[in-house]
């Protein structure tokens, strides 16, 4: 896909990845002052990497994430990763958005709004899903979630068999480790 690490007031639009038989996406973000918007990857192993590069508060608007097989987003950030429409449909069981690793994640966060994280509940054939497993706080507000059983690993339990809207969760964490990447 693309591998971009861009600084303070820079961005990136109006792309669309086809990463169907490749590993990731995009990797890197926008630091502070910039952003990514109305960006599609489809497939590969991993939709966005965060990581090995640390950019403090990457913002995000009109992201869509189609079938990784790994995560959709994988994130280690200074500051939290800021994100607003979100689409993310997956044929994994999850955690589709992993925050942070043991012994790397600073001072990690998310913040999520107005998005969709959607499970194929079909293909995953009655297997447990977890939307997100991050190390440290997390924030959403107008989040639609459809298919998974665990919203927030530890936290917020989801509806397996529908929708569930969070109109507004915030979760204060410092530190413990997340499963998954």
Known sequence: GMHIRSVEGSGVQDVTIDATHGHTGIEGAASNGGSWTNLTVIGGRIGLDIRGWTPPTPTMEGITLVNQ?????????????????????????????????TGGSFNWG????????????????????????????????????????????????????????????????????????
């Open 69 to 101: 097989t790994e995560a959709a987003i994988v994130s280690v950030c200074r500051g939290p990763l800021m994100a607003v429409g979100i689409k993310i449909l997956s044929q994994i069981p999850g955690p589709v958005i992993v925050g942070g690793k």
């Open 110 to 181: 998310m913040g999520l709004v107005d998005s969709e994280i959607v499970f194929d509940r079909a293909a995953l054939k009655g297997r447990n899903t977890t939307a997100i497993a991050a190390e440290r706080s997390v924030y959403m507000n107008n989040v639609y979630v459809r298919g998974a059983d665990t919203v927030v690993a530890g936290s917020l339990d989801g509806n397996p068999e529908g929708w569930l809207h969070v109109d507004e969760f915030a979760l204060g964490k410092v530190g413990t480790p997340a499963k998954g990447l």
